[in-house]
């Protein structure tokens, strides 16, 4: 039994340009039986391009929120108008801390729309631990810390009471989703490095073997951009060999450059297929 994944939206246009594209994610991830929405971009674009794609948000049976920042929860109100019933699973924390970005100048909010959460309690699950959603997939927070994680975090806060804090993405998680003995990782932003994730993801789920890792990879464009790739590159030709990466969203278009010159590495954009 594989796993298709839909990117509904992301920065990237799709080829034919018939589809929304923002700067945000949102994934559709069908595994078996299973209709998993992964994160809701930015806008709530993602429910229109799912329609344009024949994919019903209605059947979705489980929501996922990857982290709080608002490229990922913006678009939580049209989900929660459009369907009625899945649970949506997202880190505690969220639920209740503001969370900014310093990069462009002014202070941007990224939190999630509190008052959506506030007037869907029922639905809201709040994981305070790594937990597995079904027989198959596991939403994991990263507890390992031996790889570096992206510098473009330094751009990125939350609030403490009334300090301000750089964020330690305590609010990020990722889905662990096991196929036969092997493992696919959707890792939206990899604010935690995705090194770190995909070991985190692998003992959770206690298989070592990665199959596909899917995400974005936060490598911001910097003078520093290439030799935070390739120490990406470096662990991936020691850990993960067999493994396919498809990456998008904020990989960076530097890093996506560096990183297309290796065999393992492909990229996505908005309405791409990937089945793995
Ligand atoms: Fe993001
Ligand atoms: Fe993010």
Redo the contacts with the bound molecule.
Sequence with gaps: MGTKITILIDNTPDAAGTLQCEKGLSLYIENGPQRILCDTGLSGAFSDNAAALGIDISAVDCCFI????A??SGGLKRFVDINRDSNIYIAAEALHTRYFSHRHMSARD?SIDFDVANSNTDRFRALHYSTWLSENVAAVFCNDDSHARPLGNKY?TKMSGSTELPDDFAH?MSLAITVGDELVVVS??S?CGAANIIEACKAFSGKSKLRAFVG?L?FIDSNETSSEVEKLVTYVEKQARQAKFFVGH?TGDLAKAILSRHEQFCTFATGDIISI
């Design positions: 990857s982290h709080a920042h490229d990922h990224l990125l990020e939206s932003c604010h974005g936060h904020c």
